[in-house]
C-alpha cells in the first residue's frame, strides 16, 4: 500500500469519526436525563476528558471516551483519560449516574462546552 493510499484511508477514517462526534454532541446538547447518548467531562490533569454513555439499565452503564467535537479539528489533540474510567466499558451505574451529574451542575454553575 502507497503512502497516499493509506493516508486517503486513514483521512476517510478520521471524517467519519469527526461526524460521529458532530452527531453525538449535537444530539447530547438538549439531554437532560442519564441514558445512552448523555455525554459529560472529567477535569484530568490540565484539560477534561469527555465519555459518553452508550447502553445503560437498572445496574450498570457502559460509557465510551470521546474527543470533544470542537477540538477534533485542532492539530493537537489531549488524549487525557480519567485513571478510573480509562477509555470507558462497562461499570456500576451508580458511579457512572453522580459523575454525570457533577459534570451537568459544573455547566450550569460556569457555562460554557461540557
Known sequence: ??????????NAAYDRYHDYLRVLFNNA???????PGKIFSIVV???KAHYVVTECDDKTATIEYVWPEDEADDEYIDLCT?????????FDRDRVEPLCAYSDNLTKIFGGSK
Open 82 to 90: 480519567d485513571p478510573f474510567l480509562g477509555t470507558g466499558g462497562t
Open 45 to 47: 490533569a490540565d484539560t
Open 29 to 35: 446538547a438538549n439531554m437532560n436525563e442519564f441514558g
Open 1 to 10: 500500500m502507497s503512502i497516499e493510499d493509506y493516508l486517503a484511508k486513514t
